[in-house]
């Protein structure tokens, strides 16, 4: 991942992505214990979604591999009182092996686009061999990333603009001479209209890739929504979350 990337952008994230509540509804909707599970949160960002399931009494591993990002979850947390959990640290996704316990989890979340982030199918498929390997035998994965079939196929080179009464944040995709799509930022901050521009590669995953993957490494009943509010997943919509289980 670019470090400078996110430290750059951190201290606005919020601003950028407020917290949607349904993070939490859909996350809980697949646990057999919605107030008393194991909970690896990955690609955690602020921490909102982490807060939010331990409130509950979830117990909530949270991690993102931006210190900034971390910092302000830490800070978060520190006013509300809460007892252990979640725990916040830094971490690189693909070590999770090597450090969680082995079949601990009840559930694993990866969302905000953070799949995509590693550099090709194989760091992918290592990832999610690794969460089968943390996650119990009933486990659940339940990832979040854009319909990059329909970006493809489409040619789409802009996503909607985020504009509000504190920021605006333009995204753009940009073709490169490799199997990676350039992710480019331009991020206005209203206050003193200062500019913060940032470019990433990513790779765009496929939903039947995603399958492929996913069944590969162990999981079963793969299941793909278009939001949150598990919508029904439209190939010429941009929203793309999968839930599954380890067998």
């Known amino acids: 991942m670019n470090d400078l990337f996110y430290s750059s952008i951190g201290r606005y994230y919020d601003q950028i992505f407020p917290y949607n509540p349904e993070k939490k509804k859909f996350t809980k909707s697949f646990l057999e214990k919605p107030e008393d599970s194991i909970i690896l949160d990955i690609g955690c960002g602020t921490g909102d979604l982490s807060l939010d399931l331990a409130k509950d009494g979830n117990s909530v591993y949270a991690i993102d591999a931006d210190q900034e990002m971390i910092k302000q979850a830490i800070r978060k947390k520190m006013p509300l009182e809460l007892d252990e959990y979640p725990v916040f640290r830094d971490f690189n996704m693909k070590r999770i092996a090597y450090f969680f316990d082995k079949g601990k989890y009840d559930a694993i979340t990866c969302y905000g686009n953070t799949l995509v982030h590693l550099k090709d199918k194989e760091e992918i498929s290592g990832f999610l061999k690794s969460c089968i390997e943390v996650l119990r035998t009933g486990g659940h994965l339940m990832i979040q990333i854009l319909n990059y079939e329909y970006i493809l196929k489409k040619n789409i080179s802009e996503l909607p603009v985020i504009d509000n009464e504190k920021v605006r944040f333009e995204r753009y995709y940009e073709s490169t001479e490799t199997e990676h799509l350039d992710f480019v930022t331009r991020l ?57 289980i380890k067998q």
């Open 188 to 244: 206005t901050i209203k206050t003193d209209q200062s500019i913060l521009k940032n470019r990433i590669a990513l790779f765009p995953l496929t939903k039947e890739h995603l399958k492929v993957l996913l069944t590969d490494a162990g999981f079963s009943d793969i299941k793909f929504y278009g939001g949150f509010n598990k919508a029904a997943f439209k190939e010429d919509g941009l929203p793309l979350l999968v839930e599954a």
